[in-house]
């Protein structure tokens, strides 16, 4: 629609333009015609006033003779034929021809009464007559010009003089200018196309056409309207008419720019019609120039349009990317807030673990000391017959000391109280042992392995006895060697690792107990074997486990074996079991060495 507009825009503009600068040129055209119209008409005024100088005419109107009209035809035809105009003659005051300069012809006017011509009419009323009619003799159309002929004050007659306007329809023609002249009845009397001569330029009413036909000014013509297909004013003395076109082979209408001008001297008015088919093709070229342009326009818009469009997609695009970059970093920073906490947390949980392992230690060194009293517990019995035994020694060694004192037998008696002094650094050894093997421990500490075996060996020693165990005992040491665990703990470890086989050799018809040691670099091995029955596969797995014991009542707590597996691993060591082909069990206890 745009373009549509811009067309029509185009169109308007260019076709206005156009109007104007025809109707400048017209003007110019119309101005230059006006004075070559003026200056035809103009040019012969002066000649039926150049009569009234004429002594024969004047003559001849006062007493007219067949000898004085002969001598004025003749001078007429004479001067007709130097002025070039078609007629010149005479007229008495009652509008008779009295001369002519076409006397001779056949047509001649001499004689006729033209009394009812307006210009006879003027003239005799002393006014210049001037007319353009069809003459009524031959129907010759011409331009009559008449003045009254004075003798004195007084008016004798009237002198016309008939012209042709042809030369200017002509002329016309050559110059291919399309124009009309139009009298003061709106008839065109003159005109480049011949179809529209004594065509009538208004409507006119009866009356008028009454008054013409008898003036028979244009002869018997039907004096019908020039109707243009359509007119519009365009400013003052500019028309806009269109006709209908006279050629057989081209129908369409003719536009024309219709300018006029009033002709000085006459009622006249000269039209020019100037042709604006070219105007009209020049200012469709136009349109279709402007609406191509205002595609173009369109179409550029459009794509800027376009890029802008685009431009700001790219732009929403960043900020949503920057949007997303936002939004991720909050949830990084979330995220890394929550890591913080679970940090926060763990941190807390290794707080409790630490708090919950030093607990356990704890609670490890007290299970420990609960080991070692259970082991006290349990070795009680033998410990009350341990000392059972010196004690009834005792009482007896002194029943027979004081009896040997009596007697008098003083050596005797001394070597009994030698005795009863053994017997009770005997039981001093046992209890000090004990009250050591009770003693609180710690994780650090140095051991050397032949003391801690060898008090082992004396806490058991009762137990060992009774059973009559049989100790082979290969231990490889060089002087000093000495182990990374508290010496209290490493006899704790030995005293259950023997009670164990001692438990597990009592129905053994032979019992024997190995006890090999064998440095290695860094390393220190000991296994403790007994020949007993060995653990059955399906308990194998349990044996480390707490409270895991096969033993009946009281005797058994099962924690021996879990309390020195942890004491070994709590000194940087371990301890294991082996199932040896030959029978019995072996347990294997490996300790760092210092100073290897
Ligand atoms: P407890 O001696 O109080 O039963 P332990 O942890 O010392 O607890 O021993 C657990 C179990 O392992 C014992 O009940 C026993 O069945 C078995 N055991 C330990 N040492 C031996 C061994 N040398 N020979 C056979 N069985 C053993």
């Not at 067309?7 to 230059?32: F, K, N």
């Not at 399309?178 to 009866?206: C, F, H, T």
């Not at 994780?443 to 806490?459: Q, T």
Request: charged share 25%.
């Amino acid at each position: 629609m745009l373009v549509l507009a811009c067309g029509y825009a185009g169109y308007h503009l260019s076709e206005r333009t156009g109007i104007r600068a025809l109707a400048e040129s017209g003007e110019r055209q119309l101005e230059l015609h006006a004075r070559a119209v003026e200056s035809e008409i103009t040019k012969y005024t002066y000649l039926p006033s150049l009569l009234e100088l004429e002594a024969s005419v004047g003559r001849l109107l006062r007493t007219p003779t067949g000898y004085r009209r002969q001598l004025v035809n003749e001078y007429l035809e004479g001067l007709n034929l130097r002025s070039g105009s078609l007629a010149v003659y005479i007229l008495d005051t009652d509008g008779r021809v009295v001369a002519t300069s076409n006397w001779a012809q056949a047509d001649s006017y001499l004689g006729e009464d033209l009394s009812f011509r307006a210009y006879f009419k003027d003239a005799m009323q002393g006014q210049p007559g001037r007319f353009y009619g069809i003459g009524s003799t031959v129907g010759e159309p011409g331009y009559y010009l008449a003045h009254g002929l004075r003798d004195g004050e007084r008016l004798i007659g009237v002198a016309v003089v008939k012209v042709k306007l042809d030369a200017l329809e002509e002329r016309w023609a050559r110059a291919r200018l399309e124009a009309y002249v139009s009298d003061e009845n709106g008839i065109i009397i003159l005109s480049s196309n011949p179809a529209r001569r004594l065509k009538s330029l208004r409507p006119l009413d009866e009356a008028t056409r009454e008054r013409l036909a008898r003036s028979l000014q244009y002869h018997w013509s039907a004096l019908e309207e020039l109707q243009p297909l359509s007119s519009m004013t365009l400013g003052a003395g500019i028309e806009q008419v269109s006709f209908a076109t006279t050629m057989a082979d081209y129908h369409e209408p003719v536009s024309y720019l219709a300018q006029s001008r009033a002709l000085s001297d006459t009622p006249w008015r000269l039209t020019l019609l100037t042709p604006m088919n070219d105007l009209r093709r020049e200012a469709l070229s136009h349109a279709t120039l402007a609406a191509v342009a205002c595609a173009l326009l369109a179409f550029l818009l459009i794509a800027w349009n376009e890029r802008r469009k685009v431009i700001a997609t790219r732009l929403a695009a960043r900020e949503a990317l920057q949007h997303a970059n936002g939004e991720l970093e909050r949830r990084i920073a979330e995220r890394t807030a929550d890591l913080r906490a679970s940090n926060e947390r763990l941190k807390r949980q290794i707080r409790e673990r630490r708090q919950t392992e030093s607990n356990l230690r704890k609670t490890q060194d007290e299970l420990v000391q609960a080991g070692k009293l259970a082991v006290i517990g349990q070795m009680s019995t033998s410990i009350a017959h341990e000392l059972n035994q010196p004690l009834a020694a005792l009482r007896t060694l002194s029943a027979n000391a004081v009896r040997f004192l009596q007697r008098g037998a003083h050596d005797t008696a001394s070597a009994n109280l030698q005795a009863i002094g053994d017997l009770v650094d005997r039981m001093g050894k046992i209890t000090a042992s004990l009250r050591a093997f009770a003693r609180r421990s710690d994780d650090k500490g140095e051991a050397e392995l032949e003391k801690a075996l060898d008090a082992a060996l004396f806490l058991l020693h009762a137990r060992l006895q009774r059973l009559d165990v049989q100790i082979e005992r290969q231990i490889e040491t060089d002087a000093g060697t000495r182990l990374g665990i508290d010496q209290t703990r490493l006899e704790q470890i030995l005293v259950n690792l023997v009670a164990n086989a001692l438990d597990a050799m009592g129905e053994q018809p032979e019992r024997r107990l190995w006890l090999n040691g064998a440095a290695s670099a860094g390393q220190y091995r000991l296994e403790v074997r007994d020949n007993g029955p060995g653990i059955s596969p399906e308990l194998r797995v349990h044996l480390f486990e707490p409270f895991f014991t096969t033993k009946p009542g009281e005797q058994g707590l099962g924690l021996g074996l879990t309390l020195s597996a942890s004491l070994a691993a709590a000194a940087g060591g371990s301890l294991t079991v082996r199932h040896p082909a030959e029978g019995g069990s072996a347990f294997i206890l490996c300790l760092k060495r210092i100073g290897a």
